[in-house]
């Protein structure tokens, strides 16, 4: 058997009768001050499946409300007890200081679609000539709808500037996506702070979409985390 | 009314960005078995997005236009 971890907490959070992934019971492994939050599971590898990343985010979700927590990558799979407890101990200062960076606080993700034509049929090109004003009218179209999103992320941004803790965006991270932006604010003020945006104030052809408040997953500083 | 969608399809999207994406890395071999196949990766999305079974579920666009992902070392 191994261990499931959804993520790490302060070593004192308590919770009870909360199931995870494949309806396995929850517990937390302390070393120090820190704690694991585990399930059994019965392989190393796991296949993301809906049911899977929603049992995942539910617990994190259960264990937010008692506390603060870092949000573990979908996957994370030790070997037992004493390789959890040894990558806590050994990790010990920067997940402290991430907790703390990170306590009390939620994000929110705010997601709007690409109110633009996309239509990329565009006839064959006959000639290199053709094919080469073609990539240049292409090019130049992109470079306008990377500017589009941007200005539209600004008008987006303005609404609630001032009361978030940190925040990130990607331009048109694809087709259908003008952007898609993530917001660190307080816990208990995820409404408040999508009700600052007032979507009467935008063009009529954007829609926007808010999701949250989620655990602080996109704002643990993976510069030391990740390896 | 709240205007955050918690567990509806853009919520689905957003929870696949963020839990493939984002998180604390505890170990360098996070492995997920795509097609019957262990696979070590990190940036997982594009892969998990090009299997059969995730198009039964309601990923948009967004997945499969993702950015190719990048493999990592096993410890």
């Known amino acids: ?227 | 009314m709240s205007r955050l969608d918690r567990r509806g399809d853009v919520a689905l999207i957003d929870l696949l960005d963020r839990l493939l994406d984002t998180g604390v890395v505890l170990t360098g071999d996070i492995t997920l078995s795509v097609a019957g196949v262990d696979l070590v990766y990190v940036g997982l999305r594009a892969l998990i997005a090009s299997v059969e079974t995730t198009k039964e579920m309601k990923w948009d666009a967004a997945l499969r236009e993702a950015p190719q992902p990048t493999p990592i070392e096993n410890r």
């Not at chain 1, 971890?5 to 959070?13: A, F, L, Q, R, S």
């Not at chain 1, 606080?105 to 000539?129: C, F, M, N, T």
């Not at chain 1, 009361?163 to 604010?185: C, Q």
Request: glycine residues 8%.
């Open chain 1, 1 to 227: 058997m191994n261990l499931y971890v959804y993520g790490i907490v302060p070593g004192d959070t308590n919770f009870e009768d909360e199931r995870g992934i494949r309806d396995e019971e929850v517990f937390v492994i302390t070393e120090g001050s820190l704690g694991a939050i585990c399930s059994r599971i019965d392989h190393q590898s796991l296949t993301p499946n809906e049911e899977d990343l929603w049992a995942h985010e539910r617990v994190l979700e259960h264990v937010m409300e008692r506390g603060p927590v870092l949000p573990a990558r979908f996957g994370s799979v030790l070997l037992d007890r004493s390789h959890v407890a040894g990558i806590l101990s050994e990790r010990a200062h920067v997940f402290e200081q991430q907790l703390s960076k990170l306590d009390g606080k939620v994000e929110v993700g705010i997601r709007a679609l690409r109110p633009y034509d996309h239509d990329q049929g565009s006839e064959e090109p006959s000639d290199g000539r053709s094919y080469m004003l073609n990539k240049l009218a292409q090019q130049k179209a992109e470079e306008a709808e990377t500017k589009r999103a941007q200005e539209l992320w600004e008008k987006v941004h303005a609404f609630v500037e001032g009361t978030f803790a940190d925040h990130s965006v990607k331009l048109i991270p694809n087709r259908s996506v003008a952007f898609s932006a993530t917001y660190l604010v307080d816990a208990g003020t995820a409404d408040d702070f999508v009700d600052r945006i007032d979507e009467d104030q935008l063009p009529d052809d954007v829609e926007l979409f808010f999701t949250g408040p989620w655990p602080p997953y996109s704002f643990v500083d993976d510069g030391e985390l990740v390896r």
